[in-house]
């Protein structure tokens, strides 16, 4: 059974960084995409960045330029670099692992806070 367990969420005021980070328990199998996602009061669930495990990136257009995914799979734990923190990125962040193939399966974190005040 996979778990993922979130940190590095927290307030912040305009124009500040957080780095997020996604630790994953158990075996994740390949291919896989790791990713973030964020759901802000009111509003449906949005991607943020994904990134596969060969390593190709994607990114909503709100944050391209000031938010940089990573992995590291060796630990499997992915990181979300966030810079240049506007209000509207207030939100619970969500990790999330999406397992490909015959061994399809789709996991989530139990969200943590990011607060960005003006």
């Known amino acids: 059974q996979v778990q993922l367990v979130e940190s590095g969420g927290g307030l912040v005021r305009t124009g500040g960084s957080l780095r997020l980070s996604c630790a994953a328990s158990?075996?994740?199998?390949?291919?896989?995409?790791m990713g973030w996602y964020r759901q802000a009061p009111g509003k449906q669930r949005e991607l943020v960045a994904v990134?596969?495990?060969?390593?190709?990136?994607n990114y909503a257009d709100s944050v391209k330029g000031r938010f940089t995914i990573s992995r590291d799979n060796a630990k499997n734990t992915v990181y979300l670099q966030m810079n240049s923190l506007k209000p509207e990125d207030t939100a619970v962040y969500y990790c999330?692992?999406?397992?490909?193939?015959?061994?399809?399966?789709?996991?989530w974190g139990q969200g943590t806070q990011v607060t960005v005040s003006s």
């Open positions: 990134i596969i495990s060969a390593g190709s990136t």
């Open positions: 158990g075996s994740i199998f390949s291919p896989n995409a």
């Open positions: 999330n692992v999406a397992v490909f193939g015959f061994r399809a399966n789709d996991y």
